[in-house]
């Protein structure tokens, strides 16, 4: 926790760079704000702080109605952190499920959340819950229904008792007089901390686009979503003046709302500390010159790990282009088609990714594919298959390549690759990439692999970064946009 001094110097200066590193409770008003918030500083003797919005929703403090606290950027968590929060939403808010998942006991997540947060995680996880409800009832048209699905309530009665509870109110009085809907797409503010430069963001997106899952302008990314049962599609674009990403959704079950949150955040890495990687991978001159030219580069992710593990598989010693062609026809051929659900203006796609089972078993004719390729592709499919929970262990990199790499045709490459941008791993790097040696090459002298890692080792644990640094160090000058 910052010092009380830092924080006072920080609320009274409505200091930007303690966005969401802290929180500010007025004792006279019961409210809590962030550090920005435009209203009258309270005095000194009347406020106390808290490192988190659920500590102080928790300690019996509301969310200021002028700032929005629930609207704060998130902060960098620790791996681990990380991957039970991960874990907890997609195991239906089960905590045993999520400790068998990370092979885990559920005493050492509540060491680690009290450690952390200060508060048990089935405390903090209602907290966090609370929050997301009340962001979504003052900042969308989401019926309240599905604002209580979206929070991860299976009853509207309970839902009802809870907001009472904690906010004294209803949440119809939350909302106010805005109109309901539950067949318009619903719009999600998700904040940032600068820089991030959206331009590239969507360029690195763009130049991989699959046209018959995807839509790609100089503006907005657009994709159809599938989650179990769950279908629908999303839209991101960068807000006009804030820092801060549009998530737009349209979905046949908003109970899976908050995964899509987190899926997009990941997507984006919106929860990046920049100026802490920065710090770290400045020291070396060739990435120096990419940070100082575009410091709002970041980790490019994915929407799902099987999908992006297909295609880094496709992108074995192939082209970018050549790479996206092939998934796009494997889309084309064995994915489902989109129907029943109605698309933005000007936008049609018209297929889903398929699924594990939809590849089962497939012979991949006519999508011009080397025998060598259709058999790994087959092989993958059926372990993913079996051993899926592999990427939901919470095993470092160097622990996923020693198991990946005994199946034939995966390599470190495609398991790195697979932990950069279909894990995010921050520390997965791909030493063997063809880019990576062209960036690091000098007088004509390619550097061997060992050099290459010895190298990167400094890099730890922004491996990922640095090396999307040599990528863009190899790429045209284009224009950027910092956000």
Known sequence: MLSAEICESARLSRDARFDGKFFTAVITTGIFCRPICPARPPKPENVTYYESAELAQQSGFRPCKRCFPQLAPNLPLPRKIKQITQAFYENNYSLQKCAEQLVISDRQIRRLFMQYYGLPPSEFFHQQRLLLAHKLLVSTHLSITNVAFAAGFNSIRRFNEVIMQTYKTTPSDIRGNKITSSDHPVTILLPYKAPFDWPLMLSFFRSRKMSNIEDISTEHYFRTVELEDCRGWIKVTHHQDKS???????LSDYSFLNQIIARVRRMFDLDADMQLIHQHLIKNPKLALVIEQFPGLRLHGCWDIFEFSIRAILGQQISVKGATTLAQRIAEKYGDNVVDIEQPENINVAKYFPSVAALMNVDYQEIGLTRSRIATLQTWVAYFQEHNSIFTQGLTIEELEARLTKLKGIG????????????????????????????????????????????????????????????????????????
């Open 412 to 483: 470190p490459w495609t398991v790195n690759y697979i932990g950069m941008r279909g894990l995010s791993d921050p520390d997965a790097f791909p030493s063997a990439d063809l880019g990576i040696i062209k960036a690091l090459t000098i007088d004509e002298i390619k550097p061997k692999n060992k050099n290459i890692l010895a190298l990167a080792e400094c890099w730890r644990p922004w491996r990922a970064y640095a090396a999307i640094y040599l990528w863009q160090s190899l790429a045209p000058k284009i224009q950027s946009a910092q956000c």
């Open 244 to 250: 801060a990403l549009n998530l737009t959704v349209k």
